[in-house]
């Protein structure tokens, strides 16, 4: 209209906004800077967890007549063990806790921590009544040594629905031909340390192999030493009335 100014229109370029962009270089550093950020708050948070374990743990003893829940990994055992503590009123581990940060196990397999030492380590599980956790099955001899008068659970499950729960809980597929990165999820260092079976005298390379070992051998655990166990089936425990189920009630019993 006339008497009025108008103002040039920015030229636009392609794909270009007319503000000037950030810096590649200082895009960046913001980045690494957010990533150092997340790292320092987990550190925190892992020290401050660490530091509350130690805390808890100083003034705890270790239980000597334990009721150990053992079986494989998802074959059933944290669900088992929730249950007959509830029912009989004690104290749960359900697994340990250092353990699943910074799992042991092949240390104390191969002589290089005695297990007096790894029961000290993780004092505040041990003090427990009742302790599950799946990797007993691995350092079996050296558990029944240290509590002779530990009462022993033992959960098994059918093997082909175990592996296939571990697969979903790691979200791997069946049939890949090789692992090419170890697992990053969620308690990595302990998924990982699974995943390897030549510390625990399984020689399979395939990771379908390892976990089927990982099976037998629980499995064979079992059947070496049937007579000082309670053995619970997961898929009595998941199709019948556990108030009603006397292999469930019998670990309390004893």
């Known amino acids: 209209r006339s008497g009025t100014a108008r103002l040039p229109r920015a030229r636009l370029t392609s794909g270009r906004s007319p503000v000037s962009s950030e810096s590649p270089i200082i895009t960046k550093l913001r980045s690494s800077a957010g990533r150092i950020h997340r790292r320092a708050r987990q550190w925190r948070r892992n020290f401050v967890a660490d530091l509350t374990l130690v805390l808890r743990a100083i003034p705890a003893r270790v239980e000597p007549r334990p009721i150990l829940v053992l079986g494989n990994h998802k074959s059933g055992t944290t669900a088992i063990a929730a249950l007959l503590a509830e029912m009989a009123g004690y104290p749960v581990t359900l697994d340990l806790a250092r353990e699943v940060k910074h799992p042991t196990y092949q240390t ?84 990982n340390l699974y995943l390897d079976g030549h510390w625990a005298g399984i020689e399979a390379d395939h990771y379908i192999e390892v976990l089927a070992g990982r099976w037998k051998l629980a499995a064979q655990m079992y059947l070496d030493h049937r007579d000082a166990m309670e053995r619970i089936r997961y898929e009595d425990f998941e199709l019948l009335n556990y108030q009603s189920h006397p292999s469930i009630k019998a670990p309390i019993a004893v």
């Open 108 to 191: 104390v397999r191969c002589g290089r921590m005695s297990i007096d030492a790894f029961v000290r380590r993780n004092k505040l599980d041990f003090s427990r009544k009742i302790i599950k956790e799946p990797n007993f099955i691995v350092i079996f001899d050296q558990l029944r040594a240290r509590f002779p008068d530990a009462k022993m659970v033992f959960v098994v499950r059918d093997p082909r629905d175990d592996l296939r729960s571990i697969l979903n809980r790691l979200r791997l597929p069946g049939d890949l031909q090789q692992l090419d990165q170890p697992y990053r999820g969620v308690n990595a260092r302990a998924w």
